[in-house]
């Protein structure tokens, strides 16, 4: 019995991969700073924000977190509101994450639909309402940093 086999021929097809645009806020690592936001990654379809929060001294065991279920994002100077899709790393109320102990590092991620591309400044709001809350105003990140990696690189010098 003969089998035949067609082998198929490999074909070189240069593919315009988007690569989402991903920003380090240079003030992400001061670690005198309790909270806050680390990156933005900006993509067609989401709004990627990671956060570090470092854990209260105020309690033996550093206390909890947690992300209320309506927070969202908002362009500087917009009325437009875009709702968190997702939390990673970070429970959603009333649930919450308890540190073991006082000044442990934690890093979440937040992620909301796509902003307009012309955004430059954003607010970040868990809830607006008495209580501690994890609100950042005014986030402007035109001056955040990049991070070219190897594969873009690679990329742009072909």
């Given amino acids: 019995m003969e089998i035949n086999i067609e082998k198929l021929q490999e074909m070189d097809l240069d ?3 988007k690569t989402p645009l991903k920003l380090y806020n240079p003030n992400g690592m ?19 924000i990671d956060f570090i929060y470092k854990a209260s001294t105020y309690y033996i065991n550093g206390g909890w977190i947690q ?8 362009p500087k100077g917009s009325s437009e509101k875009y709702p968190l899709i ?4 970070i429970p959603i109320a009333p649930n919450k994450l308890h540190f073991r102990k006082q000044g442990q590092y934690h890093t ?4 909301f639909p796509a ?15 008495p209580g501690t809350y994890f ?24």
């Fill in 115 to 129: 902003l307009p591309p012309d955004t430059k400044s954003i607010d970040i709001i868990e809830k607006l309402a």
């Fill in 30 to 48: 001061d670690h005198k700073n309790k909270h806050r936001v680390k990156s933005i990654e900006f993509d067609d379809a989401f709004t990627r």
């Fill in 135 to 158: 609100n950042f105003y005014d986030v402007a990140y035109s001056q955040w940093i990049t991070v070219p990696h190897a594969a873009d690189v690679e990329r742009s010098n072909n």
């Fill in 67 to 74: 992300m209320d279920r309506d927070a969202y994002i908002q």
């Fill in 15 to 17: 593919v315009d991969v």
């Fill in 108 to 111: 979440y991620t937040l992620v």
């Fill in 86 to 89: 997702q939390a990673i790393g």
